[in-house]
């Protein structure tokens, strides 16, 4: 509430919602993400209407869904249920994959190739760590993903010039 509170005294408007209050917050991070080349993530909750939706997208969002048009990544984090498993045996058995427990839906991905697409993970709940496993379209059809391993090379020192002295 202090938050909301806040929004309002420093825009001088009284009686703005909630929705245009988180609106007005996702755009100033996202004004203060790109002017110091940062990265932040952020989660929402999702509505209701998660438990029986057949695409997971803005639309699950609760509260502000116009905050999604500010986001360069959009994901829904869900867990793998009955049907997604009977949906998943044949994937499961060409892959030889374990049963996921997570399911990741990537509805947004601004600048990136894979979106309209679920990622299938391994969660280990005690350490908060999520592994993909595969990814599948809407229909449960696999889609093929390079494996990607990303090398940062350690800074080098610079020595100090000491022909000068």
């Known amino acids: 509430m202090k938050i909301l509170s806040e929004v309002s005294?420093?825009?001088?408007?009284?009686?703005?919602?909630?929705?245009?209050?988180l609106f007005m917050i996702s755009i100033r991070l996202k004004d203060m993400?790109?002017?110091?080349?940062?990265?932040?993530?952020?989660?929402?909750?999702?509505?209701?209407s998660y438990i029986t939706a057949q695409q997971y997208d803005q639309n699950l969002l609760r509260g502000a869904k116009s905050i999604a048009d500010k986001i360069d990544c959009g994901m829904i984090m869900l867990e793998v249920d009955n049907d997604d498993r009977?949906?998943?045996?044949?994937?499961?058995?060409?892959?030889?994959f374990e049963i996921p427990l997570i399911k990741i839906?990537?509805?947004?991905?601004?600048?990136?190739r894979y979106k309209g697409i679920l990622l299938w993970c391994k969660a280990n709940r005690g350490t908060c760590k999520i592994i993909p496993?595969?990814?599948?379209?809407?229909?449960?059809?696999?889609?093929?993903?390079e494996d990607l391993k990303i090398t940062v090379k350690p800074k080098e020192e610079k020595?100090?010039?000491?022909?000068?002295?």
């Not at 009977?86 to 030889?96: C, F, M, P, R």
């Not at 020595?159 to 002295?165: C, N, Q, R, Y």
Request: aromatic content about 10%.
């Open 105 to 112: 839906s990537v509805y947004k991905n601004r600048r990136g």
């Open 33 to 48: 993400c790109n002017q110091y080349g940062i990265f932040i993530m952020t989660a929402t909750q999702l509505n209701s």
């Open 86 to 96: 009977t949906a998943l045996e044949n994937v499961l058995a060409q892959g030889g």
């Open 159 to 165: 020595k100090a010039d000491v022909s000068a002295f």
């Open 133 to 145: 496993m595969f990814a599948t379209n809407y229909q449960y059809e696999l889609i093929p993903i």
């Open 9 to 21: 005294s420093k825009t001088g408007v009284r009686g703005l919602r909630e929705d245009n209050i």
